[in-house]
């Protein structure tokens, strides 16, 4: 399996409070993603990062902002959560630039936003 | 329209029958594409990409068609194992890659 976690797994909090999700590899991958689940949806891309400091917003970005001061690191900051922002959150991992290449996947991070 | 589009099921089939996912997509620019596994609480994992020629990885049989936009997974001789939701995916091309369907749920029952 590809050496991705998340942190925290699971999480509870309120509205109106900052929360900050962690995924950290050691593949030493070049492009890092964040995606949210929820029923119905499918996955969706909040963020990615193709390098260091280098990150582009996706098809779900409002409400959300990222960092990547290191490789191995993929921060999404939920600055302000609201309930709207109760999913499961994926963070993924790629070698190549979205161009036919698996993308791994880490074990989520299970958010409730009350 | 969604960008892919596949039928949520749930599909109840016995164990040892042969099942049939399908799968459109808008985009007609899109380069490349695969099936992904999902189990209940976790996290996708690749089953296999699809090609235009057809490929085969065992028991399972991918198929694209390009002209009608249209991708397949067959599954034979279903196992209980095989229970999952699997999902279709569509690569765009470029940086921002993936777009997932929403998934089929396959449930193989005894």
């Known amino acids: 399996d590809a050496g991705i976690t998340q942190s925290p797994r699971h999480k509870v909090t309120e509205t109106g409070t900052p929360v900050t999700l962690r995924c950290h590899q050691t593949e030493n991958h070049r492009y890092m993603y964040w995606y949210r689940q929820d029923p119905g949806h499918g996955l969706r891309l909040i963020h990615y990062s193709y390098g260091v400091k280098d990150t582009d917003k996706g098809e779900v970005s409002d409400g959300y902002s990222v960092s990547r001061s290191k490789t191995e690191d993929f921060l999404l900051t939920l600055e302000s959560a609201t309930s709207s922002q109760t999913s499961v959150y994926f963070c993924a991992i790629s070698d190549v630039s979205g161009l036919a290449d698996t993308q791994y996947f880490g074990p989520g991070t299970r958010l409730t936003v009350l | 329209r969604k960008e892919v589009e596949q039928d949520p099921g749930p599909f109840n089939v016995p164990e040892g029958a042969t099942v049939a996912f399908n799968c459109t997509y808008s985009n007609s620019a899109s380069q490349s594409f695969f099936w992904y596994r999902q189990d209940c609480r976790k996290e996708p994992k690749l089953l296999m990409s699809?090609?235009?020629s057809g490929n085969e990885d065992g028991r399972f049989t991918a198929q694209l068609n390009r002209a009608s936009q249209y991708i397949s997974l067959l599954i034979r001789d279903s196992k209980l194992s095989d229970s999952a939701t699997y999902l279709c995916?569509?690569?765009?091309?470029?940086?921002?890659?993936?777009?997932f369907g929403s998934g089929t749920r396959l449930q193989v029952q005894p």
């Open positions: 699809v090609y235009s």
């Open positions: 995916v569509v690569n765009r091309g470029g940086r921002r890659a993936l777009t």
